[in-house]
């Protein structure tokens, strides 16, 4: 995909996943198409690989929780705990990865944990799941309070855009009283310099 065709060029793989949700999401995953190219473009990533990974992240959003969950258990079952089975939110990164591995057949592993992360993130993420990852929380779309900061942040330094995105979320769900996916402090950590990953 060539960016100067602009982001609603029609293409096998945009008009299969625009069949499979709403308007309304497909909107959305176009809009992190586009905010992800933007984000990935300094860092010469290919964008086919890029537009890739944004198009399916949430291939399985609309789904119901309990054919996320039987994905899920299929494809993942060693990976989500009883907590994690419970939430769309975690699951559906988890169960779009596995459609999108044996659906649309995705052999790259960087694709596929970029859509796998996309909302419980993941320390030692690679550059282009850290691209999806705060594409998905500052496309154009968005319009939560914090969005218009996190994304001015995430335009001058994408680690520091994401650890804004962190923070802001990790205080809205403890504030919330809700589960946070471990996954998520452990990134946190890792950008923090907390945390020492092997690989990188
Ligand atoms: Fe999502
Ligand atoms: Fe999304």
Same mark, same amino acid.
């Given at each position: 995909? $060539? ?15 625009? #069949? !499979? ?13 586009? #905010? ?21 992240? $949430? ?22 705990? !009883? &907590? ?30 970029? /859509? ?11 550059? +282009? ?10 496309? #154009? ?8 900061? /996190?994304?001015?942040?995430? @335009?001058?330094?994408?680690? !520091? ?21 471990? &996954?998520? +402090?452990?990134? #946190?950590?890792?950008? @923090? ?6 690989? &990188?």
């Amino acid at each position: 995909m $060539d960016k100067m065709t602009g982001t609603n060029a029609p293409t096998p793989l945009r008009e299969a996943v625009r #069949q !499979e949700m709403s308007p309304k999401r497909y909107a959305h995953t176009l809009g992190v198409v586009e #905010q992800a190219l933007t984000l990935s473009a300094p860092y010469g990533l290919d964008p086919l690989r890029v537009e890739t990974a944004a198009l399916l992240h $949430d291939i399985c959003k609309e789904w119901s929780r309990e054919d996320m969950r039987k994905m899920v258990l299929q494809y993942y079952p060693e990976t989500l705990k !009883e &907590n994690d089975l419970e939430s769309v939110d975690i699951m559906h990164g988890f169960a779009g990865a596995a459609l999108a591995a044996h659906y649309f057949h995705v052999e790259d592993p960087e694709i596929l944990e970029a /859509i796998c992360c996309h909302t419980v993130g993941k320390a030692g993420l690679s550059l +282009l799941g850290k691209i999806i990852y705060i594409a998905d929380a500052t496309e #154009q779309g968005r319009r939560y309070p914090e969005a218009e900061e /996190i994304r001015r942040r995430t @335009a001058l330094d994408l680690d !520091e855009g994401i650890r804004s995105q962190l923070a802001h979320i990790v205080s809205r769900l403890t504030k919330a009283g809700k589960y946070i996916h471990p &996954n998520t +402090l452990e990134m #946190q950590a890792w950008l @923090a310099g907390n945390l020492r990953m092997e690989t &990188n």
